[in-house]
């Protein structure tokens, strides 16, 4: 191919971009401001270009966002994007820690410079808006500020124009979005450079082509206004544009001055086991503004759930319905021998008998089938010490369950029940907006608030993603939004493919917990009808020791032993799961390849104990992991739970050795992970 | 998620396919027909499924492709898609052993069996047609034969409706097809599972969920047709159709029964090493009309070529003007004296001056620039013992390079030039045609033959993929269809990621040869203005040692050595780049993982040489190879150009270790490659 053709034609974006980069042109141009990072190296500049209002990110000197444009489209309004002005700007500092009541972390540290750029049209209706960029040393931010003013009174926004102009054709971990009719997040990773990239999923995780940093892109702090997805342009440039989740006319986002969208963030790295855990969202979302955060406690829990997947129960009523007393006293005495905190049951309530996908309204979140003792359960339960999780399906009908909720949420607060799964099992929800539109949006931070009135843990599932909630509603413990296990019950594909779990670590779960639910032992299971599986039947795609692994690489303050209570009895790789934390002092993640291999260690929030998980894709490796994480001069146990030396995912997943070794912060243990495998380490001090 | 929303709403496509490989109802069925490979691993079924005619293969009884529909949609005729019947079949076998006259291996086995399978519509106009499928141990193909007909004389294809419902959510490596505006093969690949994909081109190659075998879907045998291209239905589904690049007026293809589509082609394979090298498509081509192939010679060459990518020289006239006399012989004298075998001269003919890329018209294929004396020169090359390489550059103008083109062939004829490089530097061609239309197919093809009659071998860039011409036209060289090396010169992306060739390797190069033009030594190359280059500007992505590995690994019978002679002369590894062969007795794939790294051997043809390349992607990585396709109770050399211990694509590409071993049959040989490295290795025989 010819240089003249690119020159002219080709890679229209990555040329343009190339030599805005190397300083084209601009007229008129205001003197750029710029905000820097506490530690100098991420640095935003924000300047007039064309009449347009753009910023541009560097890291180290280095381009990591080309001009990128900023603005809005308007439904009854003129556009506020061209012939703007910056008039004025402000700028802040903040060093703080602060405690998180639960997480991957026990502190958080909230540094970083603000600027704040106020803008207005230079022509009527000279509307006015500011945007306050955020530097961080891992990453930046930034958000529109709509002030209240006469021209701009209440609104309704078409499109958010916010431009991210990579300065590579970085590679992109993605999902699709917003394809027609399924509005979903449970799917499988792919893996392009951005310039092929069609309209995508955040957090976006990008690898520029150096191997010199990470961009994972996502938004923080959502409240009242749609998701953001991000949209390629044509094929062959850089830029991706926000895309919002659309209501039912198409229009995005309706609201009154004075306004803020959520944050827009960028966060960056060295190393991609920088990455995690990521705090830039949490440090962008309000302090709690829940002044008891005593009653929210992490858990593990067991529950009525897998065995529907795997079909030898049902939601509905009838001759294998899961939800019965007998059965669900059955699990809480289970949980309450195993240590677990609760006991999750589904369909126990009635409307599982209908169309109920098609029709949200069948659902009664109060009334138990008759085969189901609700009161005498929670007592038993109560007695046993174990919680009883209220399964909430509400298949989209928004309106029949807001109705119900103060109902309904004092009837389980006056039975002890202190955590809701719920769950949102539609694409398009009722009125035709879209699954992660604004509707919805304000529909789970009503539920979030109204929870918390009631002393309540939510653990949402088909949520919309995590923009950092948990921070000022810690009773937003754990959500869905990924394909997880219960793929590998019925999935038409055959079930999530080893490299699965080590795709979600650096995309899914840098946005926040999912409940992933971990812990299937019975990879082999026949079929329902007793016999052998078929070879491209959907199964569990890793070995035993992997399913171990989740339990600390794929964080979640409520964690799942998802398999049948009786696949776990007498399994010696049952203790770990007993003996494994949810809440975390520190977390370290020692080796990552995304899309290859995780190795995490975590250290018990409250205890001494660490742990470590890792885990593999469909290659066997080994890793020499040196334990300095220790606090050196004190002697440990770590136990040690490995694929056996000819244990693979698909021919041998349970083939597993479980030992024991003394160990000091100066040992260096070697990890060896069949392929699909893992390995589960707990280290506690030698008594 | 739930389980019943699966099987309601989730995954149709998957859902379907999963209860058709469980067995749905078959009402008013046929009997199937059937059809194994030699081997009888994989089996062709093709049946009636309501009303449509499907077939299923399956691989060691597993399945591959679910049933998966074929037929026609015609502009003026009605389908020819239901109500269908079988009428009839035939078959044969074939196991015959030809002779490439040049290749990656000398001998190709076709052996295979066949099945006719005669169709009619049941109801008026009762069109028939017959599908043939072959089933070989490496593979099946099939294509469609349109008898002559009353009810189907002339005919306007719309679209081809052949399916690939794959029984699996394999992972695909891919790359985007059929843009606005952007008709190419030059990309960066994807990697997705299939279950995403929207239109992408062939070779797609995918592996399935297991591990358990590799597929490659492609087409053989495009005479008189468009290119196809595969398109993805709705998210979720594993459904791929036939998508054929259109003429300007929306339609497919015209034709007059008889009339036979190219094959479509389901290459399979247990080994990712096994893919290659690929003979599939060539069995499926018809044998060589050439009865003379003698002058048709593989070689290295050299041109006047980079340089105008690096912006030192032009192919306009002017100071810069690359293809000057006094240049060219300076090529031609160092072609001659390193044993190269052709020199390329792009920029000698009239018609770059002016707006050539809107202009496909405006270049003569006989008229030199003022400052290049053509004839002199190709003197001069022949008493040198050297071929010139004509260079045509079309720029999409079909019509004025057909109306010159027996003149053209004919005086280099005259000149003893023996060989032409051509260009399509266009999207859409004249006319508003594909790039990849039946007008681009039939004007290949009618050059290809021309060529023919003149002697010429042909090397075409921006091509029509490979669909196995070089069998029946041998003089059908090489050709271009990819990213190749001119990108690391100025490509606005920065240039290509070292895992780049990894995948073409098991993508592009499946089709066949692919002139890359490896070989640049002067990686870091200051910028034209002499100042250090820029951090991200483009460059070469590789060690120098993986540049001479790519001599190996990257098949093609026309081998560049891309750089300035400047950069070779007293550079140690040239000697590498003098030695290798262009020609092959035999290939041996000894490791491979897409993406990841590549090593082969290969045998030169007539000679007792091996050669051995390895390449990597930004991982560094160990092989032990084991020489065991050396004849035993030898003595052999090993001249090995490896990476320097501390050399890296990035930090220190040109380091590089240069060593002799002496080896045997039973000798292991390490492998070390650095991060983006290589290793190029000459097995001599002991002297």
């Known amino acids: 191919m010819k240089r003249r053709w690119m020159r002219r034609w080709g890679v229209c974006g990555l040329a343009l971009a190339w030599s805005l980069a190397a300083g084209c042109s601009r007229l008129g141009a205001q003197a750029p401001l710029t905000v820097a990072s506490p530690d100098g190296r991420n640095v935003v500049t924000v300047e007039m270009l064309d009449g347009h209002l753009v910023y541009i990110l560097h890291r180290d000197g280095r381009s990591v966002l080309l001009p990128s444009r900023l603005g ?22 903040v060093d703080e820690t602060w405690e998180q009541p639960w997480g991957e972390v026990a502190r958080v540290r909230d540094h970083h410079n603000e600027l704040s750029v106020a803008v207005v049209e230079m022509s009527e209706p000279r509307r006015r808006f500011h945007v306050v960029f955020r530097a961080f040393d891992d990453g930046v931010a930034f958000r529109y500020e709509l002030p209240e003013q006469p021209a701009l009174a ?17 590679k992109a971990w993605w999902i699709p979005s917003d394809r027609p009719r399924l509005d979903r997040s449970e799917m499988l990773y792919s893996e392009s450079p951005v310039s092929v990239l069609d309209s995508v999923q955040t957090p976006l995780t990008l690898e520029d082509r150096d191997g010199g940093h990470f961009i994972v892109i996502h938004e923080a702090h959502l409240v009242d206004y749609p998701r953001m997805f991000l949209a390629g342009q044509a094929l062959e440039s850089t830029k991706l544009v926000a895309a919002l989740a659309p209501l039912a006319e198409g229009v995005k986002a309706r609201g009154r001055t004075p306004f803020q969208t ?6 960056l790295a060295d190393r991609v086991e920088d990455l995690a855990p990521s705090v830039l969202g949490l440090n962008l979302n309000p302090p709690s503004v829940l002044e008891d955060v005593g009653w929210i406690k992490p858990m593990k829990y067991v529950g009525i759930w897998w065995g529907m997947h795997i079909g030898v129960m049902t939601w509905a009523s009838g001759p294998l319905h899961g939800a019965t007393t007998q059965n669900t006293r059955h699990y809480i005495d289970f949980a309450s021998q195993n240590g677990f905190g609760g006991v999750l ?11 109920w996908i098609a029709n949200g309204s069948v659902f009664s979140f109060t009334q ?6 609700l009161s005498g359960l929670a007592v038993h339960a109560r007695e046993r010490g174990v919680d009883l999780i209220a399964h909430n399906e509400t298949a989209g009908g928004l309106a029949n369950y807001e109705e119900q909720m103060e109902e309904a949420f004092a009837l389980y607060r006056s039975l002890g029940i202190r955590a809701i799964k719920s769950g949102y099992v539609v694409d398009t929800i009722p009125g035709g907006h879209s699954h992660y539109s604004q509707e919805m949006v304000r529909h789970h931070r009503k539920v979030l608030e109204t929870a918390a009135r009631y002393g309540i843990m939510m653990d949402v599932h088909e949520p919309v993603h995590d923009t950092g909630e948990r921070r000022t509603y810690p009773n937003m413990m754990t959500r869905e939004g990924a394909r997880g296990q219960e793929y590998n019950a019925w999935s038409g594909d055959g079930g999530n493919p080893p490299e699965h779990e080590t795709i979600l670590f650096f995309t899914r779960l840098l946005s926040g917990p999912m409940d992933f639910t971990p812990g299937i032992f019975d990879i082999l299971r026949p079929d329902p009808d007793g016999r052998p599986r078929a070879a491209d039947a959907p199964r569990v795609r890793t070995t035993v020791a992997k399913q171990l692994a989740l339990y600390v690489v794929l964080y979640s303050p409520f964690q799942m032993a998802a398999d049948l209570p009786e696949n776990y009895r007498g399994h010696p790789a049952f203790q770990f799961i007993r003996d494994v934390a949810v809440d975390w002092e520190q977390t370290r ?5 995304i899309g290859d291999y995780v190795v995490v260690a975590r250290q018990e929030r409250g205890g001494g104990d660490w742990f ?10 080994a890793f020499e992991i040196p334990l300095s994480f220790l606090s050196s001069g004190e002697a ?9 030396s000819d244990a693979h995912w698909l021919h041998n997943p349970l083939a597993m050795t479980i030992s024991q070794e003394r160990v000091t912060a100066s040992t260096t243990l070697t990890l060896r992970l069949a392929p699909g495998g893992g390995q589960a380490i707990r280290i506690r001090k030698a008594s």
Chains 1, 2 share one sequence.
Not at 345 to 355: F, H, I, K, S, Y
Not at 612 to 621: M, P
Not at 637 to 644: G, L, M, R, T
């Open 72 to 93: 809005f489209a308007f439904r009854g309004a003129p556009s506020l994007a061209e012939g703007l002005r910056i008039t004025g700007s402000e700028r802040s500092s």
């Open 612 to 621: 470590v998980g890792a885990i593999t894709d469909e290659e066997g490796r």
């Open 636 to 644: 440990y146990v770590a136990e040690i739970y490995a694929d056996a």
């Open 154 to 170: 209440s609104f309704e926004i078409q499109d958010e124009l916010t431009e991210f102009v990579f300065a590579d054709n970085a």
């Open 262 to 267: 959520p944050w827009r963030t960028i966060q």
């Open 589 to 593: 993640v020692l080796r990552g390849r």
């Open 368 to 373: 138990p089938y008759p085969d189901y003792d």
């Open 345 to 355: 049951v589904e369909g126990w309530n009635t409307g599982w008998d209908g169309d």
